[in-house]
């Protein structure tokens, strides 16, 4: 069997990746076109490689929250933004606001310009969403703490805990539901659903309880003894890389910046995190069963991300200085606006992960396997 068409897991941190990447690319340009392309990308991708898990239906809870973006964005250009451009669309009562509130306003004048500005805005903060969400419906959040360095492993059970919490509760509440249904009680109106959140709420106690039993009983939050200079080195190399990375990332989702002023201090910045979470590492015994191996396809849907970043932070890098490629990433609000090929060539990298990535197996699967393992033991 080919080693794409085998069915396993891959590593999440390929996944975050990936995502990360695309999130990037779509904070250098305003072109719904090539936006519209990310979020196609990211679907095609979810369709095909999402595990029938709790974690794989989240997908469209981003979808509906980029819609919501959008239109939130949309609605505050109506309501509060100011009337740029030259094409009246409709005039709505409008109230007179003071000069100190100059840029401001309620109601007024509405212009094409304008409205098509903040539905860009829109957009390229819901492919953001959009695409960080094909990561949390592709990647198993159990595995991705695994893959978290000792440093942050405390911080990565937390975060882990929290995401588990909400998929969990919908499914304490359907499997109560489907019990009262056999019962021949009523589950629809607000006494019901009273009633439904004391057993909904009893669970989640009763899990919290083990789950902490549990982390006792394994060693959780033990620590080596670990000196007072290497404590303050350690801070002091996180909190220059906190600096760094934000200097970084600024240049990176700063249109007006130069990437080559951003580019390098995240590099910096990411390169002292990772050496200081590796000294803070060795203070933390931690050991991993069955880790979750590197290999071709994560080599290759970590590189399908990376070089559509590199595609258009190349197309930003050359908007400096052409004015068709400016005119490419942030099209006018007056015309339509164009697809390049370098977006088409970048969306087909992008897409790759669809066909390079492996099926990952059948939760329902395992869990009949191991149900007959047991039966037969």
Avoid: C
């Amino acid at each position: 069997m080919s080693i794409f068409q085998r069915t396993r897991w891959l590593h999440p941190v390929a996944w975050w990746i990936w995502a990360l990447s695309l999130a990037a690319a779509a904070t250098r340009v305003t072109n719904p076109l090539l936006l519209g392309l990310l979020i196609t990308a990211a679907a095609i991708v979810v369709a095909r490689r999402k595990p029938d898990a709790p974690w794989g239906k989240s997908f469209e809870f981003f979808l509906v929250l980029g819609l919501f973006i959008i239109v939130i964005r949309v609605v505050f250009q109506v309501v509060f933004g100011a009337a740029t451009g030259s094409q009246l669309l409709i005039s709505l009562p409008g109230i007179s606001l003071p000069s100190w509130m100059s840029g401001l306003r309620i109601g007024g004048p509405i212009m094409l310009e304008s409205l098509l500005g903040a539905f860009y805005d829109g957009l390229r903060l819901a492919t953001i969403a959009i695409v960080i969400g094909a990561a949390n419906s592709l990647a198993s959040p159990s595995r991705l703490l695994k893959a978290i360095p000792s440093a942050l492993y405390e911080l990565g059970v937390s975060v882990v805990v929290a995401l588990s919490f909400i998929p969990q509760l919908i499914s304490d509440a359907v499997r109560i539901r489907d019990m009262r249904r056999l019962r021949g009680r009523r589950n629809t109106g607000l006494r019901a659903y009273a009633t439904l959140a004391i057993p909904v709420l009893a669970g989640a106690l009763d899990r919290s309880i083990n789950l902490a039993a549990s982390m006792d009983s394994r060693g959780y939050g033990r620590v080596n003894n670990q000196s007072s200079r290497s404590r303050r080195l350690v801070v002091g190399l996180l909190l220059s890389s906190i600096v760094l990375i934000t200097v970084g990332l600024f240049g990176l989702f700063t249109s007006d910046a130069h990437p080559l002023i951003g580019l390098p201090s995240l590099s910096i910045g990411v390169g002292i995190a990772v050496f200081a979470m590796w000294h803070s590492g060795h203070n933390r015994t931690r050991t991993v069963y069955r880790p979750d191996a590197w290999t071709l396809p994560e080599f290759l849907v970590s590189a399908a991300g990376v070089l559509t970043l590199g595609i258009y932070l190349w197309a930003d890098i050359r908007a400096e200085t052409d004015l068709s490629f400016w005119s490419q990433l942030h099209p006018a609000l007056n015309q339509w606006p164009s697809l390049p090929l370098w977006g088409l060539v970048a969306f087909a990298i992008s897409l790759t992960p669809a066909f390079t990535s492996p099926p990952p197996p059948s939760t329902l699967g395992s869990i009949n396997d191991s149900q007959k393992v047991g039966a037969g033991t």
